[in-house]
């Protein structure tokens, strides 16, 4: 199973941006998605979640600004991002609890990474 994020990029205070991570391979369901960021000399903190029942988590500096969804379809999640702020910048990352069969353990995958700069 592999992750993969896009939708990363340089935006200016007050802008947006969507997030996606893309799950592909061998997969039976996903549990709870969600997304992560890590800004330098900071450790990597939980930005939102979202579980297959479609409740949502998310962290006090990001409430009313940003947006998680899922499509099950698709093995994807997204984050919106609206009202940028330069304190967002960090590397983004995607997590997912994956069951592969029927009767395997759901593990933690991990995407790749996407930088997002918020800069004047």
């Known amino acids: 199973v592999q992750l993969q994020a896009s939708g990363g990029g340089l935006v200016q205070p007050g802008g947006s941006l969507r997030l996606s991570c893309a799950a592909s391979?061998?997969?039976?369901?996903?549990?709870?998605m969600s997304w992560y960021r890590q800004a330098p000399g900071n450790e990597r903190e939980l930005v939102a979640l979202?579980?297959?029942?479609?409740?949502?988590n998310y962290a006090s500096s990001v409430k009313g600004r940003f947006t998680i969804s899922r499509d099950d379809a698709k093995n994807t999640v997204h984050l919106q991002m609206d009202s940028l702020k330069p304190e967002d910048t960090a590397v983004y990352y995607c997590?997912?609890?994956?069951?592969?069969?029927?009767?395997?353990?759901?593990?933690?995958?991990w995407g790749q990474g996407t930088q997002v700069t918020v800069s004047s």
């Open positions: 997590n997912m609890f994956i069951q592969l069969t029927s009767t395997s353990m759901t593990v933690a995958y």
């Open positions: 979202i579980l297959n029942g479609a409740n949502t």
């Open positions: 391979g061998p997969i039976f369901s996903i549990n709870a």
